[in-house]
């Protein structure tokens, strides 16, 4: 495979075929009117090709605004290829041609990029996660089972020794992984190095402790040479993990902080709404996770089955596989590890684990630990305890008879309605 | 003016006002139970607060896939505010914060960020534009009226001594600007270094024979620390301008773009339809443009009047002067250079200047240019007549008589329709 495809569902009011080859020729060799440089073999070698075309349905009324009206707008999947030889292995290029111009064509109504296939060629040009799933447990001294782990709540507004107080209530209580909410950075409340200060001393003195080193992400994000020196400071405190928000900072952003981390690196999508929400316009996960690893993330948010935001139980599943699979056609397969959160209790437990057939995911609950009668570590240890059901393939009620903790946190809990199935992805 | 204001137009299952409070929550303080931690004295320095609600309206069905559903969509207009003590004057966090996991809220079936006012101290934190209208105009050795430019196309796959030939015809013509298609940075059939060799060879010789220095936006859109050695590169030939796209490289690429850049920076919008196509989710160029000149673009490109994509006039206008305004509410105004592209012909030229009321801006042609009967060089003057026209307020068709150039032009591209009003910018 020498060739890059990219899926695209469109709507348009010239029918899917012309608006196909108006999309190729506007993201390679075309222009408006044809010019005279653009001979043959210019675009032999050069042009977009279009794969294949599936007419899907149509429509009395466009999906989006557009300047070009028609009589109807035809629906459909098209799927075109490039010459890698168009712009090499650039993770920013590739943006721009695959998801650039062409979302603004008066010829389309509707333009989603659903899918993206790389040669090999990717997967060797770029480092990729330096840490990934067995690297992140080595990182902890060692761990079996899914990491267990919450965020730092309120959101934004407690300072360096309050963070540094509830951590140390989270590490007592057993959990694996803390991390900043995306909304707390550097700002004058709580400032990063007072706040990393803070919680290492916590961090560290469990870990001499117990020899568990219990992974914090710090909320590096911000500019390029700031993210530095987040590094180097975390370095210092003994740091394990940085979380960075991949749209904020931006591909390039990603790439340059993944090629000075020493750590782990926590992928959080703040924003990703922009790219998932609409049928009609946008980019789907298993395409951006791509360039996210690609770029070096070893952790990467898919939200949580039953969440209170607004993605489907169907997308999680496929967005949690989608970072377990090989990143591109063939070489390294660069996976990350899927990160489930938003209103996750105990009952997520178990599918969350089934969809992807293995341990290699963390599991952020907030309420769902917090909130457990008899405490937070009994909140902890009744997630631990779900984990050990859903891998021993027991019924989380019958284990939860000689689990005092896990039989608290079902009838606590409302169960809520799921419905996934068994991963393909391999068991661990 | 210490807090940050944005603007949304949302649309809710639970309402209007219920929403605004479930955002302001979502992006501060809250979570989804509230904590013990989530003190009153906590809320009251942290809160989003809501500054305005304006209700617009009523739908039977939502705009968006939403988990949450409802009998009726109530639609509005929401300010909210938050502190700038909640996170500084962080660009990258701010987008986190104004733009992050609200987009995903299940109480939203829309939600588009459409304005966002900024106190001075993000004026004073961020460098901004480093050479804006009047240090484009000096490194080309001095220049008035509009910077008349052009784009090299086909889009991708002419070599470097193919574009160099090109760029060559385009300098005899007497442009001013020109710039690398967004789809060709460094690939392999025109890598990088060869095409600033060739084209720099054209530009150094046609600035020692007449003084003037022609602008060439070559597209350094790479990797941070590639794009620092594109910068080196660029330089070492005597390059005075870095086109990026923005979007693919993001906010804290542009930025250290910037920190490096003895250059000027041409901010490309590629892939700007994500945020724009959709009357339902996304964020308006009203508020990009102010991230995107607070991390250094000196130029930005709009659109055009009358363009072959899908914005409309009324948007255009308002695009072009957003980035002739002052960015924050004190401090540094950092202005930029508006660049129309798509379409363009003499017709737009006059249009074009009436909405800003000054000359500070680059006005690109392809076809235009081109295909211009008598040739290029005559494509290149007509333009300039019809903004020597705009500028003395004399009508395009009484200023041809006199000028064949022109004549030939507008007698050989069709009249588009437009509607645009006079600017309220400073006049030149």
Same mark, same amino acid.
């Given at each position: ?15 899917? !075929?012309a ?5 190729a020729g ?7 009117t ?6 043959d073999a210019?675009? !032999?070698?050069?042009a ?9 349905? *149509? ?11 028609? *009589?109807?707008?035809?629906?459909g999947?098209?799927?075109?290829s ?5 712009f090499?292995?650039s993770?920013?290029v590739?943006?721009s041609t695959?998801?650039g111009?062409?979302f603004e064509l008066?010829?389309l109504?509707a333009?989603?990029?659903?899918d993206?296939q790389?040669?090999g060629a990717?997967? *060797?040009a770029?480092?990729?996660?330096q840490? $990934?799933a067995q ?6 001294g060692g761990?079996?089972g899914?990491?267990?782990g919450?965020i730092?709540k309120?959101s934004?507004?407690?300072?360096p020794?309050?963070t540094?107080a509830?951590?140390a209530t989270?590490?007592?209580a057993?959990i694996?992984?803390?991390k900043?909410?995306?909304?707390? !950075?550097?700002?004058p409340h709580?400032?990063?190095?007072e ?9 560290n003195?469990h ?5 568990k080193?219990?992974i914090?992400a ?8 700031q993210?530095?020196?987040?590094l180097?400071?975390?370095q210092?405190h003994?740091g394990t993990c940085a ?10 952003g990603?790439?340059?902080l993944?090629d000075?981390?020493?750590m ?5 999508r703040?924003g990703?709404g922009i ?7 946008g980019?789907?996960f298993?395409?951006?996770?791509k ?7 070893d952790h990467?948010h898919v939200? $949580?089955?039953a969440?209170?935001?607004?993605e489907t139980?169907a ?6 596989r989608s970072?377990?699979?090989?990143v591109?056609?063939?070489g ?10 938003s209103?996750? *209790?105990v009952?997520q437990?178990?599918?969350a684990?089934?969809l ?7 599991f952020?609950?907030? $309420?769902?630990?917090l909130?457990?009668p ?10 631990r305890?779900a ?9 989380i009620r ?9 039989e608290?946190?079902?009838?606590t809990?409302?169960?809520?309605d799921?419905?996934v ?8």
């Amino acid at each position: 495979m020498t060739r890059i495809t990219a899926t695209y569902d469109l709507e348009s009011p010239i029918g899917v !075929a012309a608006a196909a080859a108006v999309v190729a020729g506007e993201q390679s060799t075309g222009t408006f009117t044809r010019l005279a440089a653009e001979t043959d073999a210019l675009r !032999a070698r050069s042009a977009a090709r279009i794969e294949d075309i599936v007419i899907t349905g *149509t429509s009395p009324t466009p999906a989006l605004p557009t300047r070009k009206t028609g *009589t109807s707008y035809e629906r459909g999947r098209v799927t075109l290829s490039w010459s890698l030889d168009n712009f090499g292995t650039s993770l920013p290029v590739l943006m721009s041609t695959l998801a650039g111009n062409l979302f603004e064509l008066a010829e389309l109504s509707a333009i989603r990029l659903i899918d993206m296939q790389l040669p090999g060629a990717f997967a *060797t040009a770029h480092p990729g996660p330096q840490f $990934g799933a067995q690297g992140t447990r080595d990182l902890m001294g060692g761990h079996t089972g899914p990491l267990i782990g919450t965020i730092i709540k309120p959101s934004v507004g407690l300072g360096p020794d309050e963070t540094a107080a509830l951590v140390a209530t989270l590490v007592d209580a057993g959990i694996d992984f803390i991390k900043d909410d995306e909304l707390q !950075a550097n700002g004058p409340h709580c400032p990063f190095a007072e706040r990393v200060a803070a919680v290492s001393a916590v961090l560290n003195a469990h870990a001499d402790k117990t020899g568990k080193k219990v992974i914090y992400a710090f909320n590096v994000t911000d500019e390029i040479d700031q993210m530095w020196r987040n590094l180097d400071l975390l370095q210092a405190h003994g740091g394990t993990c940085a979380m960075v928000c991949v749209s904020a900072v931006g591909l390039s952003g990603l790439r340059a902080l993944r090629d000075r981390s020493p750590m782990a690196i926590h992928g959080h999508r703040a924003g990703w709404g922009i790219y998932s929400r609409s049928p009609d316009i946008g980019i789907s996960f298993g395409v951006m996770q791509k360039l996210w690893r690609l770029a070096g993330a070893d952790h990467l948010h898919v939200n $949580g089955l039953a969440n209170k935001f607004t993605e489907t139980d169907a997308v999680i599943a496929q967005s949690a596989r989608s970072v377990q699979q090989p990143v591109c056609a063939s070489g390294p397969a660069h996976l990350a590890m899927p990160v489930y959160s938003s209103g996750q *209790t105990v009952w997520q437990v178990d599918p969350a684990r089934r969809l992807l057939n293995n341990d290699d995911f963390i599991f952020c609950a907030g $309420g769902g630990i917090l909130s457990h009668p008899f405490g937070a570590s009994a909140g902890v240890m009744a997630l631990r305890q779900a984990a050990q059901a859903a891998r021993d393939g027991i019924d989380i009620r019958a284990f939860a008879r000689q689990h005092p903790e896990l039989e608290a946190a079902i009838n606590t809990f409302p169960e809520p309605d799921i419905a996934v199935t068994q991963g393909q992805n391999r068991a661990s």
